[in-house]
């Protein structure tokens, strides 16, 4: 099955730095979905992107995807407590359903 | 709108015990999904349902089943049930319809199993 790896792991960050989080695909993809989770509650949709290349932004968040689609980036620039969770990338399987197949997820932690 | 409930919030099972979890959406969608979540893991599809009536199997559905007799109504049921399936358990709908892509999702249910 399509498999969807992300990285870091885990992130510390203090107040005020960036960081990215980055998903990577064996296969292409036709599309891909980012959620965020905080910590006890549920996943929440953030953002889709579709296009070779496409840059989407959302205040201090920056969603892009591969020019080969075959990975995609979440930057998130002078991070806030706000900011904590857990963020998955999430590709839609082909076949119907609109089925999801979520990665592994980042763990981002802000510290004052 | 109450949007994704989820009945129990919290369960404890002894091995191989029964137990139904509800879902429940009150946003007319037609999709809807049942995902696990291990710790440190990302989100596994259980069981899916495209409309009332249908069922189809996800990425990890031994031990469990389920039913969408109604179509605001999704149930994940496990018939005998073991510490594997210790989890927390999502539940997600989705409109369709153009320019509808989000899930949507409950506020889980945390099951252990002993």
């Known amino acids: 099955g399509q498999q969807v790896m992300q990285i870091p792991q885990y992130q510390h960050v203090q107040e005020g730095e960036d960081f990215t989080t980055y998903c990577n695909s064996s296969t292409t993809l036709s599309n891909i979905q980012w959620y965020k989770q905080r910590p006890g509650g549920h996943p929440v949709f953030l953002i889709q992107?579709?296009?070779?290349?496409e840059v989407k932004k959302q205040k201090r968040l920056t969603f892009q995807f591969g020019e080969a689609k075959k990975n995609s980036s979440l930057h998130i620039t002078a991070t806030q407590t706000t900011d904590v969770g857990t963020y998955f990338c999430?590709?839609?399987?082909?076949?119907?359903?609109?089925?999801?197949?979520f990665g592994t997820g980042t763990q981002l932690k802000v510290e004052l | 709108n109450a949007g994704v409930t989820q009945t129990p919030k919290f369960r404890v099972l002894k091995t191989g015990q029964s137990m139904t979890l509800l879902c429940a959406q009150d946003m007319n969608h037609e999709y809807m999904y049942w995902y696990r979540q291990d710790p440190g893991m990302g989100l596994r599809l259980i069981h899916y349902?495209?409309?009332?009536?249908?069922?189809a199997k996800g990425e990890v559905p031994d031990g469990y089943n389920v039913s969408r007799l109604k179509k605001q109504n999704f149930l994940l049921g496990l018939e005998s049930a073991a510490p594997s399936q210790t989890s927390v358990y999502f539940c997600a709908s989705w409109p369709t319809g153009q320019g509808s892509y989000e899930q949507y999702f409950g506020p889980g249910t945390r099951l252990t199993v002993t």
């Open positions: 999430a590709p839609i399987l082909t076949g119907g359903g609109n089925k999801l197949t």
């Open positions: 349902s495209v409309g009332e009536g249908t069922t």
């Open positions: 992107l579709v296009k070779s290349g």
